[in-house]
């Protein structure tokens, strides 16, 4: 018998997503935020997302057995909430809401998803709708997408889910096992967002600035240790400090913070503006070492013994793509294989849950062996969108694109590169991004100029043949989703002069640190992305004709977007990005796109690229 489930994320007012499974195996992920142009698609429902899976797949809704969705009622006989009660004694509203009134925020979600679902033209009396608890959900995406089958240690950090901010567990025969959570206000992810905030970062997105900017600092300067601590297997955030609702909140501007009036008595004003610069340098950096400390210290604490039997590990929520924690994780002698969820924020759990409730209905699912989940256009698309475009870009045809799209770059150019199908989660992993030459001392600021325009401390990723990782880089396993963060290797590295490691902080950008300088970050670690024939073949085959003209299987990868936007999803996304920025080549499916007016060097380039054979 067939069992289709479609899971749907939201839950908590961001990241709405949807994800398909027939029979085990994944058809269709995305976010809604790639459909409706808004970053997070804050609250909003995962319809557009759950419209295309059951488009990709060429269903119905009567087609669908189960919704999972990831969020879930929690008893009142549990702790989780009147931990939450007992925490937060100082806002006795919030406190007694938990206790009589502890699952509203299900309640409201669930008629959110029913509505929801009735315009995608479901029929509720049919449907089955199926909680899944928040770390449930994320542990599922890890532990279930892994494909591990030996028994497996499953951790999971987040901000929060109903209540529970961290989750340990284990993992056998398909079946999940909580071992111990933590619940709000006692968040490892909740905290990290606060001095997010607090570095003039938002939330969600600000956590990889703050991470981006720590390398800069020196986390001995600042002791923050005081703001949460890990005893007798219990983490406790200081919320005197951090973690804080109602009056304990930080207010500027009619907006209130995760943190308080005692955190900026202590550590100075919030910081403004894009500038990586002192003292904020150093908070990120104390930050980011409490974090990995804590992180550390808790998954000995619970999961030790389980990851001293097997060394497998599986990895999700928010605080799984902290890739500096990730690569602390891989570096521990008894870790043999990591796992980490490539959605790990709350998109993810639309996977997850649904993965979850397949399980328990007896059918295993497939392990996740790549991303690329969301819609794919074909060449008609791409002429059409063109057409419709008010701009009228000109388009020519190319056959052996990675070869030619490979020369241009060679020669310095930048390229936007739209291939197949869409990435699900939140890195651009070949489908939609944007590549140039890694080996370019003025690539980063090429492409901030141009394109990112965004804060100059930060390093770009690079994607290396997977088969070449190793002698770039010092890692010895794949990193197909930009999860683990690796030095560049010793034989590629320049040694700064003494005069250049003087150098304080964002001064230290313009030295170059390697052959391949656009992605490698002050500390010469960088963020990697192994590329693998199987999973992406004309991605593979663009950066090896890269590397047959000049030797080196490294090149810049960022994503297809704009900063604040999310990135590109549709050609007429596509478009709409590469003719209100300063990129001047696109290949998009078999089409070529060039503002050559813009750069007449790019046109020779691009001849000399279309003539090859
Ligand atoms: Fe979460």
């Given at each position: 018998m067939s069992l289709t489930i479609l899971g749907l994320s939201g839950a908590l007012s961001h990241d709405p997503s949807a994800a398909l499974y027939i029979d085990g195996k994944l058809i269709a992920a995305v976010e809604e935020e790639r459909f409706v142009r808004d970053k997070h698609a804050k609250n909003r429902m995962p319809y557009e997302s759950a419209k295309f899976c059951l488009e990709q797949a060429g269903i119905k809704p009567s087609d669908v057995d189960v919704v999972a969705i990831p969020f879930a009622p929690i008893s009142i006989f549990e702790k989780a909430r009147w931990h939450y009660a007992k925490r937060y004694w100082y806002a006795p509203d919030r406190a007694l809401d938990a206790i009589f009134a502890g699952n509203r925020?299900?309640?409201?979600?669930?008629?959110?998803?029913?509505?929801?679902?009735?315009?995608?033209?479901?029929?509720?009396?049919?449907?089955?709708?199926?909680?899944?608890?928040?770390?449930?959900?994320?542990?599922?995406?890890?532990?279930?997408?892994?494909?591990?089958?030996?028994?497996?240690?499953?951790?999971g950090i987040d901000g929060k889910g109903e209540y529970a901010t961290t989750f340990f567990g284990w993992g056998e025969n398909g079946k999940i096992h909580k071992i111990k959570e933590f619940y709000d206000p006692d968040s490892l992810g909740g905290l990290y967002g606060a001095i997010t905030e607090f570095l003039g970062f938002e939330m969600l997105d600000g956590e990889f600035k703050v991470m981006g900017m720590a390398p800069y600092g020196d986390a001995a300067r600042y002791d923050f240790s005081r703001l949460a601590k890990f005893e007798?297997?219990?983490?406790?955030?200081?919320?005197?400090?951090?973690?804080?609702?109602?009056?304990?909140?930080?207010?500027?501007?009619?907006?209130?913070?995760?943190?308080?009036?005692?955190?900026?008595?202590?550590?100075?004003?919030?910081?403004?503006g894009d500038i990586a610069d002192d003292p904020y340098i150093h908070y990120a950096a104390s930050m980011q070492a409490l974090f990995e400390k804590l992180a550390l210290e808790m998954m000995d604490y619970y999961l030790g013994d389980i990851i001293k039997q097997t060394g497998k590990i599986a990895f999700a929520g928010g605080c799984a793509l902290n890739v500096k924690l990730n690569q602390k994780i891989i570096a521990r002698d008894e870790v043999k294989e990591l796992?980490?969820?490539?959605?790990?924020?709350?998109?993810?759990?639309?996977v997850g849950a649904a993965a979850y409730v397949s399980h328990q209905r007896g059918v295993p699912v497939e392990k996740m062996e790549h991303v690329y989940l969301g819609p794919s256009y074909s060449n008609e698309d791409v002429i059409a969108a063109c057409v419709r475009h008010p701009s009228k870009p000109v388009w020519q045809k190319i056959d052996n694109v990675p070869e030619r799209i490979a020369k241009i770059m060679v020669d310095g150019n930048p390229v936007a590169w739209f291939q197949g199908r869409m990435e699900f989660g939140p890195r651009a992993l070949g489908g939609r991004s944007i590549l140039g030459d890694a080996r370019s001392p003025l690539m980063q600021k090429t492409l901030n100029l141009k394109v990112k325009y965004r804060e100059s401390f930060r390093p770009f990723a690079p994607a290396v043949l997977a088969e070449d990782a190793n002698r770039w880089f010092q890692i010895h396993c794949d990193s197909p989703y930009m999860l683990l963060v690796a030095?560049?290797?010793?034989?590629?590295?320049?040694?700064?002069?003494?005069?250049?490691?003087?150098?304080?902080?964002?001064?230290?950008?313009?030295?170059?640190?390697?052959?391949?300088?656009?992605?490698?970050?002050?500390?010469?670690?960088?963020?990697?992305?192994?590329?693998?024939?199987e999973t992406n073949p004309k991605f593979h085959e663009l950066i090896s004709s890269f590397k047959n003209r000049t030797g080196c299987p490294v090149i810049v990868n960022t994503s297809f977007n704009v900063r604040g936007e999310p990135i590109v999803c549709t050609p007429e996304d596509a478009f709409r990005c590469f003719m209100g920025t300063g990129i001047e080549a696109l290949a998009i499916g078999n089409c070529f796109l060039a503002k050559e007016r813009q750069n007449p060097a790019l046109k020779q380039s691009y001849e000399s690229a279309f003539e090859l054979d």
């Open positions: 925020r299900y309640y409201r979600y669930k008629k959110r998803i029913e509505w929801c679902l009735q315009q995608l033209g479901f029929d509720l009396k049919k449907v089955k709708l199926q909680p899944v608890e928040h770390h449930l959900a994320h542990a599922s995406s890890a532990y279930h997408c892994s494909g591990f089958t030996e028994k497996t240690a499953i951790l007798n297997g219990e983490l406790i955030i200081n919320t005197d400090y951090a973690n804080v609702i109602g009056f304990r909140r930080y207010k500027e501007k009619g907006k209130g913070y995760y943190f308080s009036p005692k955190l900026i008595e202590w550590l100075g004003p919030k910081r403004e796992f980490v969820q490539p959605a790990s924020g709350d998109a993810g759990t639309a030095d560049v290797a010793e034989r590629h590295r320049i040694a700064m002069t003494e005069a250049q490691r003087a150098l304080f902080g964002i001064d230290k950008l313009n030295v170059p640190r390697s052959s391949i300088p656009a992605v490698t970050h002050v500390d010469y670690s960088a963020r990697v992305q192994t590329v693998h024939k």
